[in-house]
């Protein structure tokens, strides 16, 4: 064996930055998560963080327009459960301070807890963005029930 953890599964989805479409990419995404066998606590992690992600993609990506998002998620043999949410919007001009709690480009409802939440919930957070061509979060979980 080459020392590579193999993925067990994938899986991609491509929904538009609609409101609507939030709850249902955050349950799609815990539902493939369940083959893993996680804990109900496991699964509320990662629908939180499926959710906030999904939420940037719809706020702060596409501010004035619908766009696409895309899901891909995987599974792997050491119990590592992987989502990535992408889009192709407006990017971050700096991701560090972005990911500062408390940090908005949006006043109002807005807290700037995104990041933050994503990162409490999820044992590993990454970011990659492209201002004016959009974001990339990756999220893993080890999956106890492996």
């Keep these: 064996m080459n020392g590579k953890i193999k993925p067990l599964n994938t899986m991609k989805l491509v929904i538009e930055s609609r409101s609507v479409n939030e709850s249902f990419a955050r349950n799609t995404v815990a539902a493939f998560a369940g083959q893993l066998d996680p804990t109900v606590g496991e699964i509320s992690d990662i629908k939180t963080a499926v959710s906030e992600a999904v939420t940037n993609c719809i706020v702060h990506a596409y501010p004035d327009k619908v766009g696409l998002i895309y899901i891909t998620a995987k599974t792997d043999e050491s ?21 500062t709690p408390l940090y908005t480009t949006q006043q109002g409802e807005r807290a700037g807890l995104g990041f933050a939440v994503m990162e409490s919930f999820m044992d590993r957070v990454k970011v990659h963005s492209v201002y004016g061509n959009g974001t990339k979060i990756t999220m893993s979980k080890y999956i106890s029930g492996k």
């Design 79 to 99: 119990g590592t459960f992987t989502v990535c949410v992408k889009d192709c919007g407006t990017g971050i001009k700096d991701i560090k301070l972005a990911m």
